[in-house]
């Protein structure tokens, strides 16, 4: 285990070095000019429409842009809005917090275009389903075949690293400290819970998600708002120390700024997957008539994971100040037990709790999709009962393993899916224009009836 320790922390210096990181903020760099700053311009459209009854229901696709959209915030609102920011902030200071926003900014562009190409290239699969995500837009876009069964090996065997074991770790971690439930007691529940949704395939998972998610995070940000609310004096001086430490490193050992941003990006990475090509998988299977019009919606996913949900998380940490003297993954659930009492370590519980287990179900989804993009439909069922079975391993497994497993798996999917974004990106530019056109034409034709 040491050895294979090693070998994953060699790869992942190698992997989340200066070039994968300016190729996936770079990406977001230039998708956003491209596509001319899309996700200021229309946010608000985006928003409306993903919480919206709009419906394509005449079109082909498996479930509804909401269940598409809460599909994935569940496989990315997560233990890196809890544990990943703290996980940040410990090694990469204050700082840290600013170059998570910076790159969930250009993340939007980045998840905008994976989803536009993702409903653009998909296919429907012999059970009748829709399929897709950068495998296919690799291999029917790009035409370059090699590069999307790359991604799609990256991506079943990642899933059981972020999507999974790293999950359930976290979750047997926090009831030990908070509850004291023996390890192998919360890997047989969550276990069993995974089993009855994700063996009921992409229908049953949206039907759940879209459900639990809106309750599960409502939840966590309410308490994270009342902790911000309450103790309004010092959000200021955190919001200033984010923003200072971002360009110097101070709260880092020796000042190492290149830290503050590789751990900031990273872990900003890890929350929100823009440049990972997974959260694709699952817009592809939204009913939709245009693909822009659920990309506009999937880009709504990178807003409230990390704008929203990991500011609260990021921005309590720093007002705790404990970052400084505690150094564990339990940061965030010590934060919000200082500002709110022994209430707020439960809080925390509760909240990884469901968002674990919420990502434990997205991801079940985009690594079964690329399981059988590799092999055959016939076989997911295989893959989501080795799936369930890592949950509880997951539970038992050491942490700093699991964790680095799971770095070095992001980072690997992420290069083939940066590759064809670049090469398709004429293909987004112009699906954009057909749905700024349909929008401009929906608005005319919403003011001549109410004219008339």
């Known amino acids: 285990m040491e050895f294979i320790s090693h070998i994953v922390d060699t790869m992942n210096g190698f992997l989340w070095g200066p070039p994968l990181l300016i190729l996936i903020v770079g990406?977001?760099?230039?998708?956003?000019?491209?596509?001319?700053?899309?996700?200021?311009?229309?946010?608000?459209?985006?928003?409306?429409?993903?919480?919206?009854?709009?419906?394509?229901?005449?079109?082909?696709?498996?479930i509804s842009h909401f269940q598409a959209l809460m599909t994935a915030l569940a496989a990315t609102v997560g233990t890196g809005n809890i544990v990943?920011?703290?996980?940040?902030?410990?090694?990469?200071?204050?700082?840290?917090?600013?170059?998570?926003?910076?790159?969930?900014?250009?993340?939007?562009?980045?998840?905008?275009a994976e989803a536009v190409l993702a409903v653009r290239f998909r296919v429907k699969d012999k059970n009748g389903e829709m399929s897709g995500g950068p495998m296919y837009?690799?291999?029917?876009?790009?035409?370059?075949?090699?590069?999307?069964?790359?991604f799609a090996i990256f991506g079943a065997l990642a899933a059981f690293g972020i999507g999974n074991m790293v999950q359930s770790n976290s979750v047997s971690g926090v009831m030990s400290s908070t509850f004291s439930v023996p390890a192998w007691v919360t890997g047989i529940i969550v276990t069993t819970f995974t089993a009855l949704v994700i063996l009921g395939g992409i229908k049953s998972i949206g039907r759940v998600t879209s459900l639990f998610v809106p309750v599960m995070a409502l939840f966590y940000v309410i308490a994270g708002l009342i902790i911000l609310v309450t103790n309004f004096e010092l959000v200021p001086g955190a919001v200033g120390l984010i923003f200072s430490d971002a360009f110097t490193g101070q709260a880092v050992a020796g000042g190492a700024i290149g830290t503050v941003i590789r751990w900031g990006v990273a872990r900003g990475v890890f929350s929100n997957e823009a440049g990972l090509g997974s959260a694709p998988i699952a817009a592809a299977a939204a009913k939709t008539d245009m693909p822009a019009r659920q990309a506009l919606v999937s880009m709504t996913q990178v807003f409230i994971d990390t704008l929203i949900v990991c500011s609260i998380t990021g921005i309590s940490i720093v007002m705790g100040n404990m970052y400084l003297t505690e150094k564990t993954d339990a940061l965030t659930s010590m934060t919000f037990a200082h500002f709110l009492g022994p209430a707020g370590s439960t809080i925390v519980a509760i909240g990884l709790l469901l968002f674990a287990y919420s990502t434990i179900l997205g991801w079940s989804y985009y690594g079964e999709k690329c399981f059988t993009y590799l092999l055959n439909e016939k076989?997911?069922?295989?893959?989501?009962?080795?799936?369930?079975?890592?949950?509880?391993?997951?539970?038992v497994f050491k942490n700093d393993f699991v964790w680095a497993l799971a770095d070095m798996l992001?980072?690997?999917?992420?290069?083939?899916?940066?590759?064809?974004?670049?090469?398709?990106?004429?293909?987004?530019?112009?699906?954009?224009?057909?749905?700024?056109?349909?929008?401009?034409?929906?608005?005319?034709?919403?003011?001549?009836?109410?004219?008339?």
Do not use: C
């Open 137 to 150: 837009y690799l291999e029917h876009g790009l035409k370059q075949k090699w590069l999307g069964v790359l």
């Open 410 to 452: 992001n980072g690997l999917m992420a290069i083939p899916n940066l590759i064809g974004l670049l090469g398709l990106t004429g293909i987004v530019v112009y699906e954009s224009k057909q749905i700024l056109a349909k929008i401009k034409a929906e608005k005319e034709e919403k003011q001549n009836s109410v004219s008339v």
């Open 84 to 112: 990943g920011v703290a996980s940040a902030v410990i090694a990469g200071g204050p700082g840290a917090v600013f170059w998570m926003w910076l790159a969930a900014f250009f993340g939007m562009a980045t998840k905008y």
């Open 27 to 62: 990406t977001g760099i230039y998708l956003t000019f491209r596509l001319a700053f899309l996700q200021v311009r229309l946010l608000p459209y985006s928003l409306k429409l993903a919480f919206s009854r709009h419906q394509d229901k005449s079109s082909e696709g498996d």
């Open 379 to 395: 076989y997911a069922i295989v893959y989501r009962i080795i799936f369930v079975i890592a949950v509880f391993f997951g539970a």
